[in-house]
């Protein structure tokens, strides 16, 4: 599947953003979709991941109450609403995705082995 990231830009603290992956080129149900980032001089992070099904959804506790993860197969897309943005938000956002079951843990990098582009986010305060 190729992913391809949109919706990154500049907001306010406080303000909200929500980025959008479009996969194509698989049948995009079968995978276990997530949201990474990486900020400057930082190691890349897990912020979330959605289940196959959607039904269950994980985040980084920094973001959990601000952040919502969502999928919709028939679109092929996957999204994150990203609300209260902090300027400790700012990073480049990737989105990523695993076709393989059962697959690792949700928060790892190393499960996914397909990735967007990233998409750049930048919070000011």
């Known amino acids: 599947v190729q992913l391809q990231t949109s919706g990154g830009g500049l907001a306010q603290a406080g303000g909200s953003l929500r980025l959008s992956c479009a996969g194509s080129?698989?049948?995009?149900?079968?995978?276990?979709l997530a949201w990474f980032r990486q900020a400057p001089g930082k190691e890349r992070e897990f912020v979330a991941a959605?289940?196959?099904?959607?039904?269950?959804?994980y985040y980084l506790d920094s973001v959990k109450g601000r952040f919502t993860i969502s999928r919709d197969d028939a679109k092929n897309t996957l999204y994150l609403q990203m609300n209260s943005l902090k300027p400790e938000d700012t990073a480049v956002y990737y989105c990523?995705?695993?076709?393989?079951?059962?697959?690792?843990?949700?928060?790892?990098?190393?499960?996914?082995?397909?990735w967007g582009q990233g998409t750049e986010v930048t919070v000011s305060s």
């Open positions: 959605i289940s196959w099904s959607g039904s269950r959804t």
């Open positions: 080129g698989g049948i995009f149900r079968t995978y276990f």
């Open positions: 990523a995705a695993d076709n393989r079951y059962p697959g690792g843990n949700h928060y790892s990098a190393s499960r996914y082995n397909y």
